[in-house]
């Protein structure tokens, strides 16, 4: 497992990007829930040029909070509120997890947030799952859980956002932290 003292965590801190692309060039991946249930890639002027049908509820809330092409081509997104998916874009699923961790304690509440780090290991958020649950996790593509945040009495089932820093970031962070105490 990994320590906490060895990865800076910073709940809800948007961290900058920079687009490249000229707007015309452009390309958005989106995610609409709330009956809508659809991953979607659009060019810059709106036409959908690949669109993906979600398994979520067609009434309600659906879930889909975070959505990333990863490195791979591949869509990393949560299905519904207790299920995260990998899909190719000639939409085969590679990687899942639903309702439970496998071979673990964890069971999934509310899926929010995703990140998936440099090692290929992905980071989820696990909102609304109850304090015997972690509110973050980091899992490996073979499923084995490498570390857990929970910190129940600092963030509840209310945990929505978060977001793991590098060490570039954590070195930064850590160094304006320091001037302030000064």
């Given at each position: 497992m990994i320590s906490l003292s060895s990865i800076a965590l910073a709940?809800?801190?948007?961290?900058?990007?920079?687009?490249?692309?000229?707007?015309?060039?452009?390309?958005?991946?989106?995610?609409?829930?709330?009956g809508k249930n659809v991953l979607a890639i659009c060019d810059s002027d709106g036409k959908v040029i690949w669109k993906h049908n979600t398994a979520a509820p067609q009434k309600g809330h659906a879930g889909h909070h975070d959505v990333h092409l990863l490195p791979s081509g591949n869509?990393?997104?949560?299905?519904?509120?207790?299920?995260?998916?990998?899909?190719?874009?000639?939409k085969q699923v590679v990687w899942e997890i639903s309702k439970t961790v496998p071979d673990s304690?964890?069971?999934?509440?509310?899926?929010?947030?995703?990140?998936?780090?440099?090692?290929?290991?992905?980071?989820?958020?696990?909102?609304?799952?109850?304090?015997?649950?972690?509110?973050?996790?980091e899992i490996t593509k073979d499923k084995n859980v490498v570390?857990?945040?929970?910190?129940?009495?600092?963030?509840?089932?209310?945990?929505?956002c978060w977001q793991i820093l590098d060490a570039e970031q954590?070195?930064?962070?850590?160094?304006q932290l320091a001037a302030l105490k000064k």
């Open positions: 709940a809800c801190i948007v961290a900058g990007t920079t687009i490249s692309a000229d707007a015309e060039d452009r390309l958005v991946l989106v995610g609409a829930s709330y869509i990393l997104f949560h299905d519904s509120w207790t299920k995260t998916q990998e899909i190719t874009l000639g304690e964890i069971t999934l509440g509310w899926m929010t947030a995703l990140q998936e780090l440099p090692n290929g290991n992905i980071v989820a958020g696990n909102c609304h799952a109850g304090e015997e649950n972690p509110q973050i996790f570390w857990e945040f929970d910190e129940w009495d600092l963030v509840g089932n209310g945990l929505a954590s070195a930064m962070v850590r160094k």
